[in-house]
């Protein structure tokens, strides 16, 4: 639990109510860290209120069931889809909930998953298939973000992609653009993460701190540059490069943000009538994303770099501030 900025405790497991009608109570298995939860953890995070219990990437299994729900059964293991929304303003009618006007995401509005159990909307939860395991599963999630960003810009093997950023949100957008059949080309400054990216399958690999990224796109495309940039890093003057180095008709997919302000060209918008796509979380894609796991269309349990007990919490956490050369998904395991 974060009692306030700064200050991570770990607290003995509070009781929870029984579920409501259209609930269950899931014992949780895994769940993995991510850089908001280092974003609330520190007070960075515009969303949150605390104290919070943290965490949005989390599997186990359900131990009641609400007399209501249908479809699943008490002993199945299942992912929680974080997203909260209420199913009736103009985002949720239109098949938006992710932006939903009421919406709620375990871990930042409402207590989150790192805890022994919790009480969550049945229609939440998505099983996991038999040959997924818990914590392959527990990875949906985070693809279920870049599966989001690219279906916002869409996606086919037509399109050449420009990643800006290889931790853990550029990887997940890498294997899904792979797996839609596109050219992926990835930019960072840090040798380690490129190497990830080229082991999951980048067919291009920029070292930014020593080359010059619209340089190096500028062939690709046949000489148009990318026709699909997505940003993952979220650094502000990266949006104005983007804007410089997508091809004509380019689509560029925002995931980082910052409140600092950014200098756009809207004459170079206009010239080349590009589309900007904000993407934030997931509009009920983590089904796909299992699909995917299941078929092994998706295959990225090498994304998983260190795994923590539960009760060695503030090591994780420590791990991935301090050493982020060396971290890509930090999972904690409940089940000690």
């Not at 207590?111 to 099983?127: E, K, M, S, W």
């Not at 990830?196 to 062939?219: E, K, L, M």
């Not at 925002?254 to 904000?278: D, H, N």
Request: with cysteine; net charge neutral.
């Amino acid at each position: 639990m974060v009692d306030e900025p700064n200050r991570l405790r770990i607290a003995a497991a509070a009781p929870i109510d029984g579920p409501c009608p259209d609930e269950v109570v899931v014992r949780v298995l895994r769940g993995g860290i991510c850089g908001s939860d280092i974003h609330i953890l520190h007070g960075s995070n515009p969303f949150a209120r605390y104290p919070r219990v943290i965490g949005h990437e989390f599997a186990g299994v359900i131990e009641a069931i609400g007399s209501g729900v249908h479809g699943l059964i008490k002993g199945q293991r299942v992912v929680v889809d974080p997203v909260v929304a209420c199913g009736h303003c103009y985002p949720c009618r239109i098949g938006r909930p992710n932006v939903c006007g009421h919406l709620e995401v375990f871990g930042v509005h409402r207590d989150g998953g790192f805890r022994t159990r919790l009480v969550v909307p049945a229609a939440n939860c998505i099983a996991i298939p038999d040959g997924v395991s818990t914590e392959v599963a527990t990875l949906a999630e985070p693809l279920s973000i870049a599966a989001n960003v690219l279906s916002r810009t869409g996606i086919d093997t037509a399109d050449t992609v420009l990643i800006y950023g290889a931790g853990t949100v550029g990887l997940t957008v890498l294997q899904v653009a792979k797996l839609h059949g596109a050219r992926c080309i990835v930019a960072d400054i840090d040798a380690a993460r490129l190497e990830r990216a080229r082991n999951f399958g980048a067919d291009v690999a920029i070292d930014s701190s020593r080359d010059d990224v619209p340089t190096r796109v500028a062939t690709e495309n046949d000489g148009l540059g990318p026709s699909v940039v997505i940003d993952g890093a979220g650094i502000p003057a990266l949006l104005a490069e983007a804007c410089r180095v997508a091809s004509p008709a380019g689509r560029i997919g925002i995931l980082g943000f910052s409140a600092a302000p950014c200098p756009v060209s809207q004459q170079e918008i206009v010239r080349k009538e590009l589309a900007l796509f904000g993407s934030r979380l997931n509009r009920k894609l983590l089904p796909q994303v299992m699909d995917w796991l299941a078929s092994g269309r998706l295959a990225p349990a090498a994304m998983i770099t260190q795994t923590f007990a539960a009760r060695d919490a503030r090591d994780a956490f420590d791990l991935v501030e301090r050493h982020p050369e060396r971290t890509v998904k930090v999972h904690l395991d409940f089940t000690g």
